[in-house]
């Protein structure tokens, strides 16, 4: 590869979360904690449920409390308040989480062929420095944009726009590998091209998607395209 491809790729983007580790984020205390906060701070019960993601809670909550008449200033602070409630969760959960099979292989080989390489993750910047330091692998990151880094974190496509300036790469220059379907979706509107680390093998998602079942694979396929 030597730092650029004939597709003229020279940048590897990586989610965290069951990407580059195995995160142990307890994700229905945490929904469960921000919905009951909520609901006390005003949002209707029937508006937000533990069915959805935690940022279409966040945005329903918002969407609620605006049509109630709430100030801006006081959605600013139960905003805040959900905000802290996610980062001590997983913060407290870091020091539990395990690394991916092949990941610091992985990234060094990368490293080694003169690509850059970014973290985009809807985790707050503290939980990702502090796991890519326990793990070794900060060094390696040429940027990180996490959660509260941005005002409008993945799927929303500027999340991708904002870490593709600070690495100084377009999008016809970079590659994206992460294992959910925002991911995906905010490589689509950001014209990224995209890998869907799938941990289970399956192929029940849209076939036109590149997918790997090991981490390992992104080197040989990024060699192939």
Known sequence: MNGEDKLGLKTVIF????????????????KICIIEYLRKAGVSPSVISEDMVIFEIT?????????????????????????????ELELESADDATLIPGVPETIRALKSNGLKIGLMTRSC?????????????????????ARDDVAYPKPNPSHAIELLKLLNSSV??????????????????????????????????????LKISNISDVLEVIKKR
């Not at 709430?70 to 409630?85: D, G, H």
């Not at 793990?135 to 040429?142: E, K, N, P, T, W």
């Not at 995906?184 to 849209?206: K, T």
Request: contains cysteine; proline residues 1%; charged residues 40%.
């Open 125 to 145: 910047r503290k939980y990702a420095e502090k796991i890519l330091k326990r793990f070794g692998l900060l060094r390696y990151f040429d940027a990180i944009l």
């Open 59 to 87: 945005r329903k909550a918002v969407e609620d409390l605006k049509s109630k008449g709430f100030s801006e200033e006081y959605i600013e602070k139960v905003i805040s308040e959900v905000t802290r409630l996610m980062n």
């Open 172 to 209: 016809e220059e970079a590659v994206f590998i992460g294992d959910h379907w925002s991911d995906a979706e905010c490589a689509r509107r950001a014209g990224l091209r995209f890998i869907w680390f799938r941990h289970d093998n399956s192929h029940d998602q849209d076939s036109r998607v």
């Open 15 to 30: 989610d965290l979360d069951d990407t580059l580790i195995k995160s142990k984020i307890p994700f229905r205390k945490m």
